[in-house]
């Protein structure tokens, strides 16, 4: 995402890391027993919300990935599904300025002109870009993305190859 919106020329700041702060404040605005990552979600989400020169917070609403061969459904747990959505109530529960949140459907069984569509729809007015920006700039961050597919995918097969030389014992995750 970082490139994605390099190439349409805009910054982006992250929230810090977790905090003691953070897990706090996500405990006390999630408003449900939500899971712990859920919760810190909306405790970054609502740093963002409040930091002064944040124009804007993205939060996708990720529906479901790429299909793969390998599996018959690819999709998001139901909180990632979920997370806008519990992000704006959690903000406008507690007194927050949801009206910044930036949260186009993302779901990757779309064909690609269609993703770049639904990106152009949502993103193009308040970010003053034309959809042709957005169509670029998606391209040219799925490109990059593939190729840190590639290279992670490349490490880890040679991890794999070290360790069969080697006999060493390896647990993945």
């Known amino acids: 995402w970082r490139r994605f919106f390099a190439e349409l020329w805009l910054r982006t700041r992250l929230s810090p890391e977790t905090s003691q702060e953070l897990r706090d404040l996500g405990g006390r605005l999630a408003g449900a027993d939500f899971c712990f990552?859920?919760?810190?979600?909306?405790?970054?989400?609502?740093?963002?919300?409040?930091?002064?020169?944040?124009?804007?917070?993205?939060?996708?609403?990720?529906?479901?990935?790429?299909?793969?061969?390998?599996?018959?459904?690819?999709?998001?747990?139901?909180?990632?599904?979920?997370?806008?959505?519990?992000?704006?109530?959690?903000?406008?529960?507690?007194?927050?300025?949801?009206?910044?949140?930036?949260?186009?459907?993302?779901?990757?069984?779309?064909?690609?002109?269609?993703?770049?569509?639904?990106?152009?729809?949502?993103?193009?007015?308040?970010?003053?870009?034309?959809?042709r920006q957005i169509a670029r700039a998606w391209r040219l961050a799925r490109e990059a993305h593939r190729a840190l597919q590639e290279r992670l995918r490349a490490a880890g097969a040679a991890a794999l190859a070290e360790a069969r030389r080697t006999g060493e014992r390896l647990v993945v995750l």
Not at 48 to 68: K, M, S, T
């Open 37 to 131: 990552p859920a919760k810190v979600a909306v405790a970054h989400v609502a740093w963002l919300a409040q930091h002064p020169g944040v124009d804007w917070v993205f939060l996708p609403e990720l529906a479901n990935q790429r299909p793969r061969p390998e599996v018959t459904a690819s999709s998001h747990c139901p909180y990632v599904q979920a997370w806008p959505a519990c992000a704006r109530t959690a903000l406008s529960l507690n007194g927050i300025d949801a009206g910044r949140l930036l949260t186009p459907l993302l779901d990757e069984r779309m064909p690609e002109a269609r993703l770049e569509e639904q990106l152009a729809g949502s993103l193009g007015a308040p970010l003053g870009r034309t959809p």
